[in-house]
């Protein structure tokens, strides 16, 4: 069973009365159904923690792109530089680059056509300044520093906290590449946080009401000031349990395919083999849209959103 499979094998069986020994089948279905739920919906239904950016739209209502919200964990916002790193061997590096992915930063550096990388992970360096130790004691030119006191802030700020997931896609590159040869690649982190604002479990952040916050000190400025990515915000949103009209449009869609593949086989695209070769996967071509009755029991869940 998928992560983001909204029923189980039993359910889906519940719809699909005297079938069975169909396991490896359904299984596959139910993950295609379920992707093909949250794209028309456009939106997730389990519930996970989310750690995103978001662009301040000078209003009092910020708008998260999942919900219900169960929680959140954190709101931080203005961005600034609190780890720098240079190569400073310009005469033996042509080329210098820094990037941070999610499980720590990679260093790279090309000395007269030979590459050579340094992987150094968040969870052996666990501190901003441990990890800036580590960047310096590679040699080769690298060195690094923390911006402010090593032993404050933000020296003991957790390395992690410099890598942000993307929002879309399931890339693991957060920053970079940037280069480094001779000059300073500035990795930023959301620090400052946010005490004045209440979110509402329908998908949104509120401030509305004079709380005091540093540097938002003026009654213009309780709402989400402007800005490209200057909110990062860590919650937890989704269903606890799904919703039993989910569930069942989940099973009405996996029940349509499963008969569809009896008509039709095709329905089950087999994976591309060698020339002459066999396939050993296959991999579930989805219809473009639910059919009827399930887009009914979606419509009141679909996320609908106006662009000005």
């Given at each position: 069973m998928a992560a983001k499979d909204l029923i189980t094998l039993d359910r889906a069986y519940l719809n699909l009365q005297g079938v069975?020994?169909?396991?490896?089948?359904?299984?596959?279905?139910?993950?295609?159904?379920?992707?093909?739920?949250?794209?028309y919906c456009k939106?997730?239904?389990?519930?996970?923690a989310y750690d995103e950016l978001y662009d301040g739209n000078g209003g009092r209502i910020l708008e998260l792109r999942q919900y219900p919200i169960q929680s959140v964990q954190s709101v931080r916002y203005r961005p600034v530089t609190v780890l720098k790193v240079i190569n400073n061997s310009t005469?033996?590096?042509?080329?210098?680059?820094?990037?941070?992915?999610?499980?720590?930063?990679?260093?790279?550096?090309?000395?007269?056509?030979?590459?050579?990388?340094?992987?150094?992970?968040?969870?052996?360096?666990?501190?901003?300044?441990?990890?800036?130790?580590?960047?310096?004691?590679?040699?080769?030119?690298?060195?690094?520093?923390?911006?402010?006191?090593?032993?404050?802030?933000?020296?003991?700020?957790?390395?992690?906290?410099l890598y942000v997931?993307?929002?879309?896609?399931?890339g693991t590159t957060s920053q970079?590449?940037?280069?480094?040869?001779?000059?300073?690649?500035?990795?930023?982190?959301?620090?400052y946080e946010l005490a004045g604002y209440q979110f509402d479990p329908r998908g949104w952040l509120l401030r509305a009401i004079p709380y005091t916050d540093p540097e938002l000190l003026h009654p213009e400025d309780i709402v989400w000031p402007p800005g490209i990515k200057n909110f990062r915000v860590q919650y937890t949103a989704g269903y606890t349990t799904i919703p039993e009209s989910i569930q069942e449009a989940c099973a009405e869609w996996v029940e349509y395919f499963y008969y569809e593949t009896l008509r039709?086989?095709?329905?089950?695209?087999?994976?591309?083999?060698?020339?002459?070769?066999?396939?050993?996967?296959?991999?579930?071509?989805?219809?473009?849209?639910?059919?009827?009755?399930?887009?009914?029991?979606?419509?009141?869940?679909?996320?609908?959103?106006i662009h000005g």
């Open positions: 069975s020994g169909q396991d490896a089948l359904l299984g596959a279905l139910i993950t295609s159904a379920s992707d093909g739920i949250a794209k939106r997730d239904f389990y519930s996970r005469t033996v590096n042509q080329q210098a680059r820094v990037q941070v992915t999610s499980t720590g930063l990679t260093l790279t550096r090309v000395a007269s056509g030979v590459t050579t990388t340094n992987n150094l992970t968040f969870s052996g360096n666990l501190t901003l300044q441990a990890i800036a130790t580590a960047i310096t004691a590679l040699g080769n030119g690298w060195s690094a520093q923390v911006i402010g006191d090593s032993n404050g802030d933000y020296g003991l700020w957790p390395s992690a906290d997931a993307p929002s879309f896609g399931d970079g590449n940037l280069t480094a040869r001779g000059q300073n690649a500035e990795l930023k982190m959301h620090t039709n086989p095709n329905i089950i695209a087999t994976a591309s083999a060698p020339s002459g070769g066999t396939a050993t996967s296959s991999t579930y071509a989805p219809l473009d849209s639910p059919p009827t009755n399930v887009t009914n029991l979606l419509r009141p869940y679909r996320r609908h959103t």
